[in-house]
């Protein structure tokens, strides 16, 4: 595939700034520990762990795309020397459910209900990025094809993690306090504004006809997507958490 010089730079960029953003990410979740309740600590340590994951995936994907690039030219035929798609849907299988246990543990709901959500959404999203792949790497003569029938596959589980979120998660709020349930509706709105990128970004493979301009808007449109989906909202799990912790009185410590 050739991208001309803009494309290549914009694609080298973005990875650069996910990387980074990654990193940063992971550093001040990770140093923001004590200024929340230790039963919140679980949560953060959670979003160290996605974004650390990622930086290390987003620094493969760097290396994957400058070796498999010759003079704007990026090699995708699934050779050795080819940019491997593979990273980013290992980084995915580890970080999607890592996600979702990060929300279960800011509400710090009672024990069975938590025990019960994670049964239910960790291998749900397991399935969905799973199902996913073989979508992705499809070439070839009836690459739409497959491309359209694991898309669909990969989104029956991705409707039923949404109707968990809204409909399960939503009957146990009732019983929390008013404080709670808000902040939980504002964390759900980030998470499918974000989350939906994804197929979306998913759907211009299959409509752009493998050209360099869908691959530079898959590539920018997932990088963007992970920013938002794991620094974003890690950022938000920490806010939620402070804020839980000082309303639990916990001191300042301005
Ligand atoms: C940090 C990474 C995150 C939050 C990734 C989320 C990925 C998805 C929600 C992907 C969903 C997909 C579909 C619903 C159908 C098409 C295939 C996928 C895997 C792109």
């Given at each position: 595939m050739q991208l001309d010089s803009n494309q290549w730079n914009l694609v080298y960029n973005v990875f650069s700034f996910g990387l980074i953003s990654m990193l940063a990410c992971t550093i001040y979740t990770l140093v923001s520990q004590?200024?929340?309740l230790p039963k919140y600590r679980n949560a953060l340590v959670m979003s160290s762990m996605v974004t650390f994951i990622a930086g290390y995936h987003y620094l493969r994907i760097f290396d994957s795309f400058k070796h498999a690039s010759e003079g704007g030219k990026v090699l995708l035929?699934?050779?050795?020397n080819a940019f491997n798609e593979a990273y980013r849907y290992v980084d995915w299988l580890l970080t999607v459910p890592l996600l979702l246990v990060e929300v279960i543990a800011v509400l710090a709901l009672t024990r069975e209900v938590s025990r019960s959500l994670i049964m239910r959404l960790v291998p749900a999203s397991a399935a969905m990025i799973a199902l996913g792949y073989p979508g992705e790497i499809a070439t070839g003569a009836d690459a739409q094809n497959t491309q359209v029938l694991y898309g669909v596959l990969s989104t029956i589980p991705f409707l039923y993690i949404l109707y968990v979120l809204f409909v399960e998660l939503s009957k146990s709020l009732d019983r929390q306090p008013a404080g709670v349930a808000e902040t939980v509706g504002r964390l759900r709105l980030l998470l499918i504004a974000t989350w939906g990128v994804y197929p979306i970004a998913y759907i211009f493979n299959i409509v752009g006809d493998a050209s360099a301009s869908s691959f530079v808007t898959v590539q920018v449109g997932y990088t963007l997507a992970d920013i938002l989906a794991k620094c974003v909202f890690g950022l938000t799990i920490l806010k939620i958490a402070r804020m839980k912790s000082m309303a639990e009185g916990m001191k300042d410590d301005h």
């Open positions: 004590h200024r929340v035929d699934g050779s050795q």
